[in-house]
């Protein structure tokens, strides 16, 4: 703070001891004078702090030791006279706060440190006089401590305002409210309110919660306080009219005192968790389309009435939308989709809002009718429902003109559980869906009887299938004109190996609705190639082969022209050998497409044939654009065509009809000569039937060749 060279101060402007041009320091060399400084001396000697004394104006007239070190000052000398002034505040003079017994401020030592102090003024009287004691302590650390202190609160506190939490210290005390002598920020962003109104009013907090919830939460709290363990708490508020939260807590507790508990806790916003959890719980019992209840909420639903002690009787009404996988593979999944959501508004609208209503699969609707006396009451209501249906759905641009089909089955008569009411229903609705699509059905037992016999039949067809038990019998095609044969078509026959021969007619209905009728064809078709091939080796004439495939394989064109290819190169068979026998109803369903997949069919070298021809409805348009071979009249015209003029006029229109597209014609049924000699006078061109021969195995078609049936005898 000094020099050798007198300098003081230089940076507070103090002035040279040796220039004074203000005159402020005047020095009198009286006996009083020295026996103040004396005083002063032995007053401040002996205080450990640093002190200063003044005068009335501020001049220091003592300093003792510890003022010297703090001031980094060797003599006190060159404080003496000095105005304090001149420490604290620059040009100003005297204390700076003179009226305060305390004050905190800072000065600038010599080295340029600033010191930050703080000043305690006393009033001294020395001789009459008054003077000021000032002890100035040194506080740079507990003040750079403070604020340290200061900015990690400040920090602390940001980070936990800005945390999705919200800290809190919870007291019980012995009078049974609880309060809360700190919450963080972050309560304003959970509860809409400053942590400052709710510490002054803890109710606001509760009176947020139900009366209920308020209940169960104090009994909480108190359970804890009793028992010393951790509150781990949710429960539900309402912010205002139209929103509510969800709030978690999980705090500690700990003793404050004899009959008090302090609670250190955090509390955070679940409601999202929620809004999540009550949306899986609506997605896990409603369908998310239609936002009807699913099937498990239908089972719920239904078990919940089955416990009822009174025991009231209800019915499952099934319904389902009949082909529906047409208007998906015509028009595509979304308006399919979006038909079954039409109609699912529809059925809700006529049924109204006490009627249970569910959508249990995709095409399927469960109606849960529980006001009814007898079943001619349920009849009536399906009925009214069914009537209601035939209207068409706007489904974006177009008008779907769609049926629907029921299955009912009524509680306790048709089954004795959820499972089983429901099972009833589904096996009457595919009976209406078989028998009467746009009706319903009720549940007998004779269904289930069936159903369980097709399900038998089912697993034994696809062991079949595994054992290769599929063969083709032959039966020859007779030319009319020269009596030999001039083809064949193979059949399908089971070999069971318990039952014997069983014929198509038993296992095919089954297979088409098990969706087997490919693999059964497929397996069959592979069998007749291997069979012509042989009889070729064996120099046997090549006959051509007529094979029957079903629709679903033609609707498959890719597929088809890949069996095809496979079979044909496995076996080594030529492709015009085999003729393809496709029935009227499966070509006429998209005709184009049946065009492409023939004249596909055709360049790879395998013919087709119409089978069943006249039981349709074949447009003339596309029939004479088809690339076909043969016309085979169905068996039902042949049967009494020797009787009846009507069948005799259909099958002469026939022949006609295929003479003049250039394709031949065959009737299949032929069991008498009669019948035989009509269609050799009306000019058809081949026939088949049990007059020549049965559908034989291979081993008993090869006796039949070279035969010539130039006059067929009854026999």
Known sequence: ??????????????????????????????????????????????????????????????????????????????????????????????????????????????????????????????????????IVRDITQFVLLRKALHDAETRLGEMVGNLPITLFQM???????????????????????????????????????????????????????????????????????????????????????????????????????????????????????????????????????????????????????????????????????QLVVHVAEHLANCLGENTFLAHPRAETYCIVLTSFTSDSEIAALADNLLKSMKIPFEVGTRRLDVSISMGISVSHRDGLDAAALMMNADTALRRAHLTSPGGYRFYVEEMNTRALRVLAYENRLRKALVNNEFVPFFQPLIDVKTGKIAGMEALARWKHPRLGLVGP?????????????????????????????????????????????????FAQPERLMALMSDVLKETGLPPEMIELELTESSVMEEPDSAIRTLNDLREFGVMASIDDFGTGYSSLAYLKRLPISKLKIDRAFIHEVTVNERDAAIVDTIIMLARALNLKTVAEGIETIEQYEVL???????????????????????????????KPSQT
């Open 1 to 134: 703070m000094t020099d050798k060279s007198g300098a003081v101060f230089e940076d507070a402007k103090l002035i040279n001891r040796g220039h004074d041009p203000c005159s402020e320091k005047k020095i009198v060399n009286t006996q009083d004078t020295l026996l103040i400084e004396q005083e002063c001396e032995r007053l401040i000697s002996a205080l450990s702090d640093p002190a200063l004394v003044t005068d009335s104006s501020g001049r220091m007239v003592g300093a003792n030791a510890a003022a010297l070190r703090l001031f980094n000052i060797q003599d006190h000398s060159y404080l003496i006279d000095l105005n304090v002034g001149y420490l604290f505040q620059g040009e100003k003079k005297g204390w700076p706060f003179l009226d305060r017994p305390k004050f905190q401020s800072s000065i600038k030592a010599q080295n340029g440190r600033f010191i930050q102090v703080e000043v305690s003024l006393s009033p001294l009287n020395l001789r009459d006089q008054s003077f000021h004691l000032g």
């Open 171 to 337: 007291i019980l005390p012995e009078t049974g409210e609880v309060s809360f002598p700190y919450i963080s920020t972050g309560v304003a962003g959970l509860m809409g309110m400053d942590s400052e109104g709710l510490m002054e009013n803890p109710n606001v907090f509760l009176n947020l919660a139900s009366d209920q919830e308020k209940r169960r939460l104090l009994r909480r709290i108190k359970k804890s306080a009793i028992n010393k363990t951790p509150l781990d708490e949710e429960f539900s508020i309402r912010l205002n009219e139209h929103t509510s939260a969800w709030i978690r807590f999980f705090a500690n507790p700990r003793a404050l005192g004899p009959d008090s508990v302090v609670w250190d806790g955090a509390a955070i916003d679940v409601s999202a968790q929620h809004m999540l959890d009550e949306r899986m719980r609506y997605l896990a019992y409603h369908d998310e389309s239609t936002h009807l209840p699913n099937r498990l909420a239908m089972e719920e639903h239904l078990t919940d009435l089955f416990n009822k002690e009174e025991g009231a009787g209800f019915a499952v009404l099934a319904l389902a939308i009949d082909r529906l996988d047409l208007v998906n593979d015509t028009l595509g999944s979304e308006t399919a989709d």
């Open 505 to 553: 007619g038993e296992f095919i209905p089954v297979a088409e609705e098990a969706g087997l009728i490919g693999d059964i064809c497929h397996q069959v078709l592979y069998q007749t190639c291997v069979t012509a091939k042989k009889w070729i080796d064996l120099g046997y004439d090549p006959v051509p082969l007529a094979v029957n495939i079903s629709w679903r394989q």
């Open 680 to 710: 050799k006078e009306k000019g058809c061109d081949l026939v088949q039937g049990f007059y020549f021969s049965r559908p034989v195995p291979a081993e008993d078609m090869q006796k039949l060749f070279n035969v010539v049936f130039n």
